[in-house]
């Protein structure tokens, strides 16, 4: 069962609920350059577009508000019990360009503010570093992440922030779903030059933020010997699409390239045995510094948090229609629900994906994101979201199923408590939250807070700790 410290809270990040983008001074980041719902249009066709393209409206332009109606949904957090809030730090309200020798005042007192409020309610925060908004002067004078400068920059704001906040957070994440960049190079605003091996640059641009994340568990421990700080990763177990062993190796090829690999580079400090055979494979070559192989494995993280919406399958390409998934896509699941964007609604693979990671790392797990994406109406002030309560219900019991097998488990965050931007779409119409924001996809409304149904279920679930999801 859930412990009495066991922390029960939800997500966001910085650049999707926000907004005030240009405010006190804030700089400008990747995110504020991609625009509303025709995102995926551009993202894996032409990312050029988004650095060469005017587009109508910016959703991180104004996201939902938060940098001014903290305290509201601090409030509500409060009334459902909260005892962590998992935000991200923008980092250009802390250095706007990135490069700048001191950092900003107000971005500092910003979440200064945040958090003394969040104390103030008895809610731990739990902080990422970075959440897919590097600043935009680092992306295009440097071209992100693929150039190892940005580690001395990253370096500073850990620094800044470590000193600063040393006596409010104590649970500290580096860089969301890292083991996506390889992929995403949207997020983290990496652009291909002509003729460059994508595989290449990918798997650079992880290994620079690895080395930069070392770097940062390395700071935090010397700056706040009592906190604890963890990677962040996108985990969906992979099934195999069947028990034919070609389908078995595919799946297994699949966990370790997407997901496995960039776990143990940040839990054990090494590229796993079967990376050679990968790089070969990919005509992949990686600039690694010895030192960086030192800093990795003298630093390992402290535990694990992932984010987890689905499970995947995979096996020989052709065998099924595929699906689309968080940061990958899969193979479709004849046993599983999908959600009207279509990933795959698994609860039990949450139990599974817990088993799978302590027994493969044996570190402590936090999950940091889970939730359902829904388009839904406001009627009579309210949402009768009982499919985001079945949603949430099923996978928590499966997560205590988790519990139960042995695996230490530090909490949970649904995403997100209020809805917000959707990262991977621009969206307002796909909500996550228990509570509901007057918003839609062209910015239009009053950003007016509404509770959900499932806001009342939720509340009920903490004070419990976890008996009432039997009831
Ligand atoms: C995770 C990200 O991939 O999934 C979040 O860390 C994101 O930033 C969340 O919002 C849900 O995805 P989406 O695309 O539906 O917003």
């Known amino acids: 069962m859930f412990t ?81 809030f998992r935000l991200s730090l923008s980092w250009a309200r802390i250095y706007p360009t990135g490069e700048e020798e001191e950092p900003l005042e107000q971005g500092l007192q910003f979440y200064d503010d945040v958090f003394d409020e969040l104390l ?124 034919h062993p070609e389908d078995v190796l595919e799946a297994l090829r699949y966990e370790r390239d997407r997901e496995l690999f960039s776990l143990d580079l940040q839990v054990k400090g090494e590229y796993p045995f079967y990376t050679k055979r990968l790089f070969d494979q990919l005509d992949v070559r990686l600039d690694i510094a010895e030192s960086e192989m030192s800093l990795l494995k003298d630093n390992p993280v402290d535990f694990i948090s992932f984010s987890y919406y689905m499970s995947l399958s995979w096996g020989r390409p052709d065998l099924a229609e595929t699906v689309p998934g968080n940061v990958m896509a899969g193979l479709k699941n004849s046993n599983l629900k999908s959600t009207e964007w279509g990933w795959q609604i698994d609860p039990q693979g949450l139990r599974y994906a817990c088993n799978r990671l ?73 909500r996550y939250g228990f509570i509901y924001v007057d918003l839609d996809d062209d910015g239009n409304g009053t950003m007016d807070r509404y509770r959900k149904k499932s806001f009342n279920w939720f509340k009920k679930v903490t004070e419990t700790k976890g008996a009432s999801l039997y009831e």
């Open 120 to 243: 103030a309610n008895g809610i731990e925060p739990v902080v990422t570093l970075s959440h897919f908004d590097t600043p935009l002067q680092l992306v295009t004078k440097y071209n992100g992440w693929a150039d190892k400068h940005l580690i001395s920059c990253f370096e500073k704001l850990c620094r800044t922030v470590f000193e600063r906040y040393k006596n409010k957070v104590k649970i500290w994440l580096t860089f969301n779903e890292v083991n996506g960049v390889q992929k995403l190079f949207v997020c983290n605003g990496t652009r291909l030059k002509e003729g460059q091996n994508p595989e290449e640059v990918g798997y650079q641009v992880h290994h620079n933020m690895c080395v930069a994340g070392a770097t940062a568990v390395k700071l935090c421990h010397e700056i706040i010997p009592d906190a604890v700080i963890g990677c962040m990763v996108q985990y969906s177990p992979v099934y195999p699409f069947s028990n």
């Open 4 to 84: 009495e410290n066991f922390l029960f809270g939800g997500a966001t990040a910085a650049h999707q609920c926000e907004g005030a983008w240009d405010v006190d001074g804030k700089g400008q980041t990747m995110a504020d350059l991609l625009p509303a719902t025709i995102r995926q249009q551009y993202t894996f066709s032409d990312p050029d577009a988004f650095f060469t393209k005017k587009f109508d409206h910016y959703p991180s332009h104004h996201g939902v508000d938060f940098y001014h109606r903290y305290k509201e949904d601090i409030r509500l957090m409060k009334e459902m019990g909260f005892t962590c």
């Open 358 to 430: 302590y027994e493969l790392y044996g570190k402590p797990l936090f999950i940091v994101e889970n939730g359902i994406g829904v388009d839904e109406k406001l009627e009579n002030g309210t949402v009768e979201d009982d499919y985001r309560i079945e949603y949430l219900r099923d996978h928590l019991i499966q997560l205590d199923e988790a519990i139960k097998d042995g695996i230490p488990v530090m909490g949970y965050c649904m995403w997100s408590p209020m809805d917000i931007v959707s990262n991977s779409t621009g969206e307002m119409r796909k």
